[in-house]
Every structure is written in structure tokens, then in C-alpha cells.
């Protein structure tokens, strides 16, 4: 106003938000990551009439989720640019979020959250010895897991099994990422090929479908999160059954690898002595007694 730029600054305080230069409040927000109370103001601007709008962050998943939300903030408010001003010092850069959500398309650009957490974020690791270029090459060869990751998207904390079809087309993705020739679907069938005919190392193959599967509830976690970052009050779930689980001694989140038994428990069949009849005679030497089990 008069020649001058108006500012406008909003403080969380809690579930609170204090304004300064503005007249206009802010609804109160429950959110516990800064990420999404960042994604939240966007909308609240375009709102009161402030068509372009720049993001200051150095975090990648900023970016991502404002990707996600564009076509949902645009759909309301045609009219808004979004900007972000990114990284640090040689490595700052201006991305034009409206630019590349058109190259990217709505499909891929509401998709990208999901896509994110799936292959490693903050809170969720990646496969091993791959990166995201090469993640996202395995997207481009195998682009019908995208149906999968935005019906993960519009389903926030959406129940998945290894029945499920998104459970499906995410094993069969996770196949592509290390084999994008191969025409199997099961991680598991995909493990014995690569170790027992690729020679592959155990840290080059694929997870276990069960470790496949807590690796996906957490990633599911997280995108819920950030797909509902729009919401003045998320209200998640508990973590618990995402992959995660509370240590009751030390209250402390644990994430959990896998529900099956370990492997010295299930392979006892391993385990075996040189006893040449039925009924052992070998006593305290006998291994199978060792580990409590019948000679084998």
C-alpha cells in the first residue's frame, strides 16, 4: 500500500496461530509437522485474494507435498501461482510448482506424495543401493503403479493387506526398481531368481513380501499425513499398525520389520546331527539335542 509491499506474519503457537500486519485470522491447526503447517498457508492466501504466492523451504518434502495439492488448490483458485524458493546458497533455485505440475500431469503430480514416502523419506527408508532417479525410472517403466498411489492419496490411512490390488501393484513396482526386465509380480519369487541365478547379493534383491508389507504401512502413514495437510485438524491414527510399535519400557516408537518368526526359530530343520539310526545314541555331542530337537 502507498508504494509499499503489505506483509503479513502468521506464528504457530500450539494449535494456535498469531497473525501480525493482518486483519485476517487463521483457523486453529493440530498439525504436528512444520512441512504441512507450511502447505496449509497457500490456500489460506489464495483465499483472501493473493494470486502468487511464494514458499521459502529447504525441505524437499515441502515441495512434494505442495505438488500433491496443486490441482486440488487450483481447482478453487485458478488464478494462483505457486513458487518456491529452494535450497541454499549454490545450490538455491526458484521451482515454478504451476510448471511442473503441467509437465508432470494431474495423475503424477497428486500421486508424488505417496510415491515419496514409498521410496524413502524421513520417516521411511529406501531399498537398498537404489536412489531416486532410479526409483523413478522404474515409475516411468512401470506407470501403472500409479493407480495405486492415488487411490493412497484420496484414502488417507487406508487398511492394506497382500491381498489388496495397491499392495499388489506396489510389489510388483518394488520388482521393477531392481529388475525393471523381469516378469514376475511376487518380491518373494523375485528374491530366489536374482540370489540363486543373478547372483545377486542378499542386500541387491528385494525386501520379503512381510517386510515388504510394513515397509508400505509406514510409507502409507506418512502420505496420509501429508494428504491431509489442507485440514485444519488431521486427527491421525495411532502409528500403531503402520509399521510402527511403541517399546512400553522405554515409550519409545520401534518400526517393525517383519511378524514373521526369525529364522534360526522357523529353519530348525537346519539343524542336524550324524546319528545313523532312529533312536540316538550320541548323547550330549548330538546338536539336535543341543537345540532341543528330535535328531534329524
Same mark, same amino acid.
Given at each position: 500500500?502507498?508504494?509499499?509491499?503489505?506483509?503479513?506474519?502468521?506464528?504457530?503457537?500450539?494449535?494456535?496461530?498469531?497473525?501480525?500486519?493482518?486483519?485476517?485470522?487463521?483457523?486453529?491447526?493440530?498439525?504436528?509437522?512444520?512441512?504441512?503447517?507450511?502447505?496449509?498457508?497457500?490456500?489460506?492466501?489464495?483465499?483472501?485474494?493473493?494470486?502468487?504466492?511464494?514458499?521459502?523451504?529447504?525441505?524437499?518434502?515441502?515441495?512434494?507435498?505442495?505438488?500433491?495439492?496443486?490441482?486440488?488448490?487450483? #481447482?478453487?483458485?485458478?488464478?494462483?501461482?505457486?513458487?518456491?524458493? *529452494? %535450497? =541454499? @546458497? +549454490?545450490?538455491?533455485?526458484?521451482?515454478?510448482? $504451476?510448471?511442473?505440475?503441467?509437465?508432470?500431469?494431474?495423475?503424477?503430480?497428486?500421486?508424488?506424495?505417496?510415491?515419496? #514416502?514409498?521410496?524413502?523419506?524421513?520417516?521411511?527408508?529406501?531399498? *537398498? %543401493? =537404489? @536412489? +531416486?532417479?532410479?526409483?523413478?525410472?522404474?515409475? $516411468?517403466?512401470?506407470?501403472?503403479?500409479?493407480?495405486?498411489?492415488?487411490?493412497?492419496?484420496?484414502?488417507?490411512?487406508?487398511?492394506?493387506?497382500?491381498?489388496?490390488?495397491?499392495?499388489?501393484?506396489?510389489?510388483?513396482?518394488?520388482?521393477?526398481?531392481?529388475?525393471?526386465?523381469?516378469?514376475?509380480?511376487?518380491?518373494?519369487?523375485?528374491?530366489?531368481?536374482?540370489?540363486?541365478?543373478?547372483?545377486?547379493?542378499?542386500?541387491?534383491?528385494?525386501?520379503?513380501?512381510?517386510?515388504?508389507?510394513?515397509?508400505?504401512?509406514?510409507?502409507?502413514?506418512?502420505?496420509?499425513?501429508?494428504?491431509?495437510?489442507?485440514?485444519?485438524?488431521?486427527?491421525?491414527?495411532?502409528?500403531?499398525?503402520?509399521?510402527?510399535?511403541?517399546?512400553?519400557?522405554?515409550?519409545?516408537?520401534?518400526?517393525?520389520?517383519?511378524?514373521?518368526?526369525?529364522?534360526?526359530?522357523?529353519?530348525?530343520?537346519?539343524?542336524?546331527?550324524?546319528?545313523?539310526?532312529?533312536?540316538?545314541?550320541?548323547?550330549?555331542?548330538?546338536?539336535?539335542?543341543?537345540?532341543?530337537?528330535?535328531?534329524?
Amino acid at each position: 500500500m502507498n508504494g509499499q509491499t503489505e506483509r503479513r506474519s502468521f506464528i504457530t503457537s500450539g494449535t494456535d496461530v498469531i497473525s501480525r500486519g493482518s486483519d485476517h485470522s487463521m483457523h486453529r491447526c493440530d498439525h504436528e509437522e512444520a512441512d504441512t503447517r507450511i502447505c496449509r498457508s497457500p490456500e489460506r492466501c489464495a483465499g483472501q485474494g493473493m494470486h502468487h504466492l511464494l514458499v521459502r523451504t529447504v525441505d524437499t518434502d515441502v515441495v512434494v507435498i505442495l505438488i500433491g495439492k496443486y490441482h486440488s488448490l487450483t #481447482s478453487q483458485h485458478q488464478m494462483a501461482a505457486i513458487w518456491v524458493a *529452494f %535450497g =541454499t @546458497g +549454490k545450490n538455491f533455485m526458484y521451482l515454478d510448482i $504451476n510448471a511442473i505440475c503441467y509437465a508432470l500431469g494431474k495423475d503424477r503430480s497428486t500421486a508424488l506424495p505417496m510415491f515419496h #514416502s514409498f521410496t524413502c523419506c524421513d520417516t521411511t527408508s529406501a531399498f *537398498f %543401493g =537404489t @536412489g +531416486k532417479k532410479s526409483v523413478w525410472e522404474a515409475w $516411468n517403466a512401470y506407470v501403472e503403479v500409479t493407480e495405486a498411489f492415488n487411490n493412497l492419496m484420496n484414502h488417507p490411512y487406508m487398511t492394506v493387506t497382500v491381498n489388496c490390488k495397491e499392495f499388489q501393484l506396489l510389489e510388483r513396482f518394488t520388482v521393477i526398481i531392481y529388475n525393471k526386465k523381469s516378469n514376475l509380480d511376487s518380491v518373494n519369487e523375485a528374491r530366489r531368481e536374482l540370489f540363486s541365478q543373478k547372483n545377486r547379493t542378499m542386500e541387491n534383491i528385494p525386501p520379503a513380501q512381510e517386510a515388504l508389507l510394513q515397509h508400505t504401512l509406514r510409507a502409507v502413514y506418512q502420505a496420509g499425513i501429508w494428504a491431509t495437510s489442507d485440514h485444519c485438524e488431521q486427527k491421525p491414527p495411532t502409528s500403531e499398525g503402520f509399521g510402527w510399535t511403541l517399546e512400553s519400557a522405554t515409550k519409545t516408537w520401534r518400526p517393525v520389520c517383519s511378524n514373521l518368526p526369525v529364522a534360526s526359530q522357523a529353519c530348525s530343520g537346519l539343524i542336524k546331527c550324524g546319528c545313523k539310526s532312529a533312536m540316538c545314541t550320541c548323547g550330549g555331542r548330538c546338536s539336535c539335542k543341543k537345540a532341543r530337537w528330535k535328531c534329524t
